[in-house]
């Protein structure tokens, strides 16, 4: 499959596992600048590595103990809230809640309730900027079914940005997911849509910042 790569979760890492290379990479860029241009060379190339190591942070997320709660699965902004068709399981019309991350937010992905892993679907695609309306259905992205403990089902879908080139997803079909478990990443810029088909009261609006995990984004009814 390519585009994606699954790994078994590390959630106990401070910085993503995937963010090691690029860390290397950054830090002997780095050493090069300092011997090369000395002091400027020095600081250029640590807050290069600073960038790198940050944007692979992988905080530790603690979900409110609530069930009738949907939770965001990435930090990042809501650009849009609407009825949509879900493009990818059949789920009918859907409310639909796209939440747009910059490289500057957290970029691990993790689940928004507790549940199983139904379908998780590989699209190729293209590489629009992900906060334009048409990223959902022409950029590249990994879609996931999720079915709740009490057997309702929602997408999570992730898809890469104009920067972004690469979605890590951490589950398969058949996993049990509990709300907080890291389902994945995606690198340098990104976006994150939740389908969900009916029965919940939505908890954010367009232009509001979420943290994943700790924003209720769904009550369901």
Excluded at 102 to 115: A, Q, T, Y
Excluded at 119 to 136: C, E, I, M, T, W
Aim: hydrophobic share 45%; aromatic share 8%; with cysteine.
């Amino acid at each position: 499959m390519p585009g994606v790569v699954r790994r078994s979760p590390k959630e106990n890492w401070l910085i993503a596992p995937e963010g090691f290379p690029f860390i290397a990479v950054a830090s002997i860029l780095a050493a090069i600048a300092g011997v090369a241009w000395s002091t400027l060379g020095w600081i250029s190339g640590l807050l290069v590595v600073g960038f790198v190591v940050a944007f692979f942070r992988n905080p530790r997320r603690y979900p409110a103990d609530d069930s009738s709660l949907i939770v965001a699965p990435a930090d990042g902004r809501v650009i849009s809230v609407i009825e949509a068709e879900d493009p990818h399981f059949g789920l009918g019309r859907c409310k639909r809640i796209s939440i747009f991350l910059s490289i500057f937010n957290v970029h691990v992905n993790r689940s928004p309730l507790n549940g199983d892993v139904e379908q998780v679907k590989y699209l190729p695609g293209r590489f629009h900027f992900a906060n334009v309306d048409k990223a959902s259905l022409d950029n590249e992205q990994n879609a996931m079914l999720l079915r709740g403990s009490d057997g309702r089902r929602i997408s999570v879908v992730q898809i890469a940005g104009w920067v972004a080139r690469r979605i890590v997803c951490d589950v398969a079909a058949g996993a049990s997911v509990t709300k907080g478990q890291r389902l994945g990443l995606i690198r340098f810029g990104s976006r994150v849509d939740i389908y969900l088909p009916d029965g919940g009261d939505i908890l954010v609006q367009p232009g509001d910042k979420t943290r994943t995990v700790r924003t209720a984004i769904i009550k369901l009814s």
